[in-house]
Every structure is written in C-alpha cells, then in structure tokens.
C-alpha cells in the first residue's frame, strides 16, 4: 500500500465493512488523538486561543502606535 491509501472492503453477505490504513496514517491518527482530545487537547486548545489573542494585541498595538505616531 502507498503512503496515504486507505482498502476498504464491503461484504454484502453480511453486512461488514472492513479496512485497512497505511501505516503513516495511523501514526498521524495518534498524534490528532493526544493532541486535540482529552485534557491535553484542552489544554493546547486554551494555549493556543490565548496565544493568538496576545498576537491580535501585539499586532494593534503597533499599528496603532505607528499609526497616531505625529
């Protein structure tokens, strides 16, 4: 299987879907699960919206200061 492919296979007879995921695949599944479920997906989450307020900050900050700069 090439990197990135998913086999999925259907039997009809009864009703079973079954599937196979390459291996890198399943390797990024894990890092999206630690890292974006549980308590320390929250916690990335809250740094994550706090870090990008503190740059909006910086950011007006700034523009303001080289704007009204007379």
Do not use: F, P
């Not at 090439?2 to 995921?21: A, F, L, M, P």
């Not at 900050?57 to 200061?65: F, M, N």
């Amino acid at each position: 299987m090439e990197s990135g492919e998913v086999n999925i296979q259907y039997n009809r007879w009864n009703d079973k879907v079954t599937h196979s995921v390459a291996a890198s695949e399943t390797s990024m599944n894990g890092v999206y699960n630690r890292l974006c479920t549980g308590q320390l997906g929250g916690v990335v989450k809250v740094a994550g919206s706090l870090a990008v307020i503190a740059s909006m900050y910086i950011v007006g900050y700034l523009t303001g200061y080289y704007v009204h700069k007379c």
